[in-house]
């Protein structure tokens, strides 16, 4: 996994790709692992940094761009500024751009858009920050379609629609191919033990529970 959620797909034996492998193990730690604010913002501005480190010797690198928009995200979130929000939003969008069939990219554009609203509401999101619910359910299906037999694209999508709406059938149905799907990856195990747990509470049939769950599983959902 390349990003955002990223973790290490392998062990890097080169020293430029040992520190990107720490980078992209931090942004999960920050993203589910830390509670202390202060520290996952420390961490992040660490991770943008040494991204941006990275591309001024390789404007190019797909990794460094990735880990730096995605750690542009999540501060945003944390913060609650504007301004990174939209810088975030930018980036992702032309990683996109340079690679239509990128199945992170994709998933991390569809996350934005769906985390504004989920966070504001479809109008305030919109009308603020340019968010659009269609067209973050539009990357976050490219993102499926791209993204193979792996658990962390139904997972985080089937978290993102249930957190929005505890009621959508789709969500739920992603959900429960996210706890059977292939899980090659420390982040795909990850996010597949998260949707085991939240298809346990679907069965349950409480809304409220699903909902808040599902906003608690997401990353930085330990935040509120």
């Not at 928009?69 to 996109?96: G, I, P």
């Not at 340079?98 to 009308?127: I, Q």
Request: with cysteine; proline share 4%; glycine share 10%.
């Amino acid at each position: 996994m390349k990003f955002f959620m990223p973790l290490a797909l392998c062990l890097a034996t080169a020293p430029g790709l040992a520190q990107a492998e720490s980078g992209r193990d931090m942004l999960i730690q920050t993203a589910f692992v830390v509670r202390d604010r202060s520290v996952a913002l420390t961490q992040l501005a660490g991770i943008e940094a040494a991204a941006s480190s990275t591309l001024a010797k390789t404007p190019g690198d797909s990794e460094a761009l990735l880990s730096r928009a995605m750690a542009t995200s999540y501060h945003a979130k944390l913060t609650r500024s504007r301004s990174e929000a939209l810088s975030a939003k930018a980036q992702f969008e032309a990683l996109v751009a340079k690679n239509p069939r990128d199945a992170e990219a994709l998933a991390a554009l569809g996350a934005w858009h769906l985390s504004a609203v989920k966070a504001l509401g479809a109008l305030v999101a919109r009308g603020g920050l340019g968010a659009r619910k269609a067209v973050g359910l539009d990357a976050i299906d490219r993102a499926l379609a791209a993204g193979g037999d792996r658990a962390l694209f139904p997972g985080i999508a089937g978290l993102l629609r249930l957190a929005i709406d505890p009621g959508d059938a789709r969500g739920v149905a992603l959900i429960g191919q996210a706890a059977r799907a292939g899980a090659v990856t420390p982040v795909d195990r990850l996010i597949q033990r998260r949707a085991a747990q939240l298809e346990l509470v679907v069965k349950g049939g409480d809304a409220k529970l699903i909902q808040a769950l599902a906003n608690r599983l997401l990353p930085l959902g330990q935040f509120g």
